[in-house]
């Protein structure tokens, strides 16, 4: 990394970031010209907004890493698959821009790239590959118990008017930080695909969530 600029006021982050050019022999660095700049929107932190700045020696591809993103798109892969993922679940733009706290410019560009074929993966594409059952089916099997995505049961555990004793360290974590979020959301799409993340939690981990399935029946139950 070669420099870290936070603007306060704007709550942004912007980070440059050097890639080394390949070594020789004992491990002496090759002078190379400066090479291509690039510039993509990475994952947030908090309210913090982050830009990521990697210049590439000539000679040289752009790195392969999470923080980095491909040439001519405006996020990072770890931000790409956060995208695709709301994308994929039918949230709309607006949602999206507001959910990732993203502008629609940089949106608009990133689904003219996927509608377009310039992109590798394409939305209805990761979305078959990240579906979980219908609300109206069973989750997983006959025998599941896990609740179908829209029963109440999951808004009520987000709102915390469900409280059961949860001893999964992931979901504490989860629950966590869906309750602080659901706090601030009023677009009921969004808060919509946040109940849907905490279902396909659940239908993930079955097995080990039997303790906290069980307190979800009888609360069902009564």
Known sequence: MRECRADEFNRCMEICVGVEAPRGWFRLG?????GEEFVWRHTGFGDWRVRLRVIVPQGSEPPRHAW???AGMPFTRALDRQVLGLLGEGV???GVCSLLDIPMSELWRYRHALDNGKHGVSADAYAASTAVPAANEPAGSASSRVPDAADPVWQRL????????????GLQMLLSRLRSQAALIADEQVRAVKLRELHRYFVRNERMLAHELGQMSLAEAA
């Open 158 to 169: 987000v709102d915390g008017s469900l409280e059961i004793d949860v001893r999964v360290l």
């Open 68 to 70: 980095a993103g491909e």
């Open 92 to 94: 709309g733009m607006t």
């Open 30 to 34: 090759r002078t190379t010209a400066a």
